[in-house]
């Protein structure tokens, strides 16, 4: 992706973040019991929750930033490093929770992204 966004440089998630994979098949169940199944897609896209439990308050500020005037949360996509394979995926925001805060300039809270 030339000129595409990165994702910005702060605390990487907590332990507990997850990763999944999209179910692309659909499935007709009939009235004697068998199903009949396809794919319904030809991507099976990967899906993050990304979970901070100690994330210093001018990173949270810095992702904030990020979100609202950079990806404008889902109108564009940016590239992001996943701390579990290592590997740079090309991802859009999907959704978040609110954050808390949790000590002195500490705040606590998850987003989610997923492929694009």
Request: net charge neutral.
């Amino acid at each position: 992706m030339a000129d595409a966004l990165k994702w910005p440089d702060i605390t990487p998630p907590s332990y507990g973040s997850t990763e999944d994979v999209e179910d692309t098949s659909i499935r007709s169940t009939f009235e004697d019991g068998t199903i009949q199944a396809r794919r319904k897609y030809t991507k099976s896209r990967k899906t993050w929750v990304l979970k901070w439990d100690n994330l210093p308050y001018a990173e949270y500020v810095t992702l904030m930033d990020f979100l609202q005037n950079k990806s404008y949360f889902s109108a564009k996509p940016f590239e992001w490093v996943s701390p579990i394979d290592g590997k740079t995926y090309a991802v859009r925001f999907v959704e978040k929770e609110a954050f808390t805060s949790k000590a002195v300039n500490m705040m606590t809270g998850s987003i989610t992204i997923r492929e694009d």
